[in-house]
């Protein structure tokens, strides 16, 4: 069951952003910290989704993909498999 509508409330949110702060402050003064590595991931909010990471493209394709854009046929000479490479399949939920 989700949480009523005033369950978030501006103080809450205040709150949120105060203990966010103090976790940077705290993280900074750490070796990873001044390698800037490990951040610390905030508090979740209500509404607010993580993004997913992109797909991984292969670099062929993307090497294709860009010698197109320019005008120029796919691939290079020396890549002889540039050609062979299936491009991966979108989904609609990844276009949005």
Do not use: C, Y
């Not at 320019?70 to 609609?92: K, L, M, N």
């Amino acid at each position: 069951m989700p949480p009523p509508d005033d369950f978030w409330t501006p103080d809450r949110d205040l709150l949120a952003a105060v203990v966010d702060g103090l976790r940077i402050l705290a993280w900074q003064n750490t070796e990873d910290g001044h390698e800037g590595r490990n951040i610390p991931e905030p508090l979740p909010r209500p509404g607010f989704e993580k993004p997913e990471a992109p797909a991984p493209v292969d670099p062929r394709v993307a090497r294709r993909r860009l010698a197109e854009m320019a005008g120029r046929s796919g691939g290079r000479p020396d890549d002889p498999g540039a050609d062979q490479v299936d491009e991966p399949q979108r989904t609609e939920d990844a276009e949005s």
